[in-house]
């Protein structure tokens, strides 16, 4: 919705270009010219207009996954670049290299002294720093909730690997205890909201997802209920993890969605994070509709 006068004024003036190469009196520019334009024009309508809209319609928040092992890698990138390096001042303090230089008394006069507050009064406190957007919150702290439950997955993947049906327990009684809070505010808070953006299929499969890390949680501890890990069975807890990891990707990847939410819908997905981490009481289970 956002890029359609951006995509469009390019191919407009790439058109423009490559026209005037088609109508010179050489023939290898001609053909040359003819083809871009014609190239031009096909990206510009079946691929963008039609191709890229279906297929991001029917792949939906797979479109955004990033595998875990890819997202521990990647840097984070800060836009604008790195602040400038500080310079010292001679009282110790220090000073960005951008910052213009403090104006100062005229060599060989006293610098005046500013008024001290009164006695017994406070000096006036520094304006707060503006709360962030309620849909840039709830997209940060969903990221931030993904990240233990990728880990307990990684561990739970490890110590099936080395048959040691103790940790797997305890890892995933403990992965069972942070993703069911996490999960019973989505389902009933969240996924909600993401029907008008991604449709009711979609959200629908965002639900089995979800459904799906429990029931792989709950096999995961009947494996290792029996003390002892083979090879068989060290395979079938990584084959798990592994579905269990691409659900968990598959919802961190709605952070675009998220962020476009309403101020006062994010607000109550907020609220319901809230009461449901508080441990208010709610009726139903994970996968309520």
């Known amino acids: 919705?956002?890029?359609?006068?951006?995509?469009?004024?390019?191919?407009?003036?790439?058109?423009?270009?490559?026209?005037?190469?088609?109508?010179?009196?050489?023939?290898s520019l001609s053909q040359f010219g003819a083809g871009?334009?014609?190239?031009?024009?096909?990206?510009?309508?079946?691929?963008?207009?039609v191709l890229l809209p279906a297929i991001m319609r029917a792949v939906g928040p797979r479109a955004w996954w990033l595998p875990a092992w890819?997202?521990?890698?990647?840097?984070?990138?800060?836009?604008?670049?790195?602040?400038?390096?500080?310079?010292?001042?001679?009282?110790?303090?220090?000073?960005?290299e951008l910052a213009p230089p403090e104006a100062g008394p005229p060599p060989g006069k006293p610098a005046p002294l500013e008024p001290a507050p009164p006695p017994g009064r406070p000096a006036?406190?520094?304006?707060?720093?503006?709360?962030?957007?309620?849909?840039?919150?709830?997209?940060?702290?969903?990221?931030?909730?993904?990240?233990?439950i990728l880990r307990l997955l990684d561990e739970i993947e490890r110590a099936g690997g080395r048959g040691d049906a103790g940790r797997v327990t305890e890892r995933a009684g403990e992965l069972l205890r942070v993703a069911t809070p996490h999960f019973r505010y989505e389902q009933r808070a969240l996924f909600p909201q993401l029907v008008d953006a991604l449709g009711p299929d979609q959200v629908e499969r965002l639900y089995i997802e979800q459904d799906g890390v429990v029931g792989a949680l709950e096999a995961i501890e009947a494996i290792a209920a029996g003390g002892r890990l083979d090879a068989n069975a060290g395979g079938e807890i990584a084959q798990l993890v592994r579905g269990a990891r691409s659900s968990i990707?598959?919802?961190?990847?709605?952070?675009?969605?998220?962020?476009?939410?309403?101020?006062?819908?994010?607000?109550?997905?907020?609220?319901?994070r809230a009461r449901v981490l508080d441990g208010e009481p709610e009726a139903g289970t994970i996968g309520t509709r």
């Open 249 to 272: 990707a598959i919802c961190d990847g709605l952070g675009a969605i998220v962020a476009e939410l309403p101020p006062d819908v994010a607000s109550r997905v907020l609220h319901a």
């Open 36 to 49: 871009l334009t014609v190239a031009v024009l096909l990206d510009a309508t079946v691929v963008r207009l």
């Open 1 to 27: 919705r956002t890029t359609a006068g951006v995509i469009a004024g390019a191919a407009v003036i790439m058109s423009a270009v490559f026209l005037a190469f088609a109508a010179s009196g050489l023939a």
């Open 124 to 148: 006036p406190p520094e304006d707060p720093a503006p709360p962030p957007p309620p849909a840039d919150e709830l997209g940060a702290l969903a990221h931030a909730e993904h990240r233990p």
């Open 70 to 96: 890819l997202d521990r890698v990647l840097p984070n990138v800060e836009h604008g670049g790195a602040a400038p390096p500080a310079e010292p001042l001679r009282d110790g303090g220090a000073r960005s």
